[in-house]
């Protein structure tokens, strides 16, 4: 820069800078208390348009389910293999009692023959493998490509959400599946967040429910023994 012009650039009123304000911090939302995070998931739940309960054990979880089944007079399920972990024996007892339970662990292409099927499935039996108390959204886990598209969802879904799978919002599980080595295994399974109801409207603005999803959704949260 020549002298002459650092003169002139020298007497040039400057315009005032404003202050940078830094946004005010978000509290963060700290839920501690075991039994505060699932009354807040139920709730938040409840928002979204799901009906929930709580349940204590895996004895009084099969009960529930199978009294569920029984009163919406279910005879045909499709059901996530991670049933059988959540709550150990629900398919045998449900065999037991003549509810036909159609496996969602098959190759697609069977699962496209299954639905071909005249015979309808009436509910879906699935488990939530993370489940946020700050929103009320589950997170599904499929075993097979295309099966967490909108035609094997039944009209009506029951997911199991078992308490460790209950946390205070998403980024809390994120840093546990870092934490503990999951976090890339689990990004490379078919997963869905539900966060509510399928909902849309026809031509004539005629709300619909069900048509890309489960028009209602049962979760049946599951609490350790003596928890409550």
């Known amino acids: 820069m020549t002298d002459a012009r650092a003169q002139i650039l020298a007497h040039l009123p400057r315009a005032p800078q404003p202050e940078v304000q830094l946004p005010p911090a978000t509290p963060a939302f700290d ?17 979204n348009g799901f ?4 349940v204590v054990g895996i004895g009084a979880s099969r009960l529930a389910v199978l009294a569920t089944l029984r009163q919406a007079a279910i005879d045909r ?14 398919l045998d007892a449900m065999g037991m ?9 098959r190759d697609p292409l069977h ?37 967490a598209l909108a035609y094997v969802w039944p009209p009506r879904t029951l997911v199991l959400l078992p308490r ?35 909902a849309t409207q026809d031509v004539a603005s005629i709300p619909v429910a069900g048509v890309y999803g489960a028009g209602a959704i049962q979760i049946l949260l599951i609490e350790p023994e003596a928890s409550l």
Do not use: C
């Open 164 to 198: 460790a799978h209950l946390f205070v919002s998403p980024r809390a599980w994120l840093d546990d599946l870092r934490s503990t080595g999951r976090l890339l295994d689990t990004f490379q399974t078919d997963l869905s967040l539900v966060s509510g109801l399928s």
């Open 111 to 147: 699962i496209d023959q299954t639905i071909a099927q005249p015979k309808p499935v009436g509910m879906g039996l699935l488990v939530a493998i993370a489940a946020w108390a700050d929103s009320g959204a589950v997170v599904l886990q499929f075993p097979v490509r295309r099966s």
């Open 97 to 105: 009692i003549g509810i036909e339970v159609v496996a969602l662990d």
């Open 31 to 47: 839920l501690p208390n075991a039994a505060d995070q699932a009354s807040q998931f139920l709730q938040s739940a409840l928002a």
């Open 51 to 54: 009906t929930g309960d709580r």
């Open 77 to 90: 399920v499709y059901a996530s293999p991670l049933v059988d972990v959540a709550v150990p024996g629900l």
